[in-house]
């Protein structure tokens, strides 16, 4: 089963940028859909963003459109999600997810391996 270890949370103003980083190992990158959910103090888990095996299509969640990237480097196995024009609200642990072998970009359940966490905090 893939391993994934998320990087490149910390504390920020609102209106800066942070890039999230997720490392995949223990499988073949390729046959993964990845996706970025997080979870806010006494929320539940949701759905921030995802793309297919080669980046070919991607989708976000309304509240992140036009403020958050996701990309994939097939080649270093890794996962990415930059974030511009953070707001408070986008305070949350942010959890990397892999789903094997089909491609149900948003949908919590169909993910099968997930990383520990990194926690991004935005102050106003």
């Known amino acids: 089963q893939i391993q994934l270890v998320e990087s490149g949370g910390g504390l920020v103003q609102a209106g800066d940028s942070l890039e999230l980083s997720c490392a995949a190992s223990?499988?073949?990158?390729?046959?993964?859909?990845m996706g970025w959910f997080r979870q806010a103090p006494g929320k539940e888990r949701e759905f921030v963003a995802a793309?297919?095996?080669?980046?070919?299509?991607?989708d976000y969640t309304d509240s992140v459109k036009g403020r958050f990237t996701i990309s994939r480097d097939n080649a270093k196995n890794t996962l990415y999600l930059q974030m511009n024009n953070l707001k408070p609200e986008d305070t949350a642990i942010y959890y990397c997810a892999a789903q094997y072998g089909t491609v149900w970009l948003t949908d919590i359940g169909r993910y099968d391996s997930w990383g520990q966490g990194t926690q991004v905090t935005v102050s106003s």
């Open positions: 223990g499988g073949t990158f390729t046959l993964y859909t």
């Open positions: 793309t297919t095996w080669n980046g070919g299509s991607s």
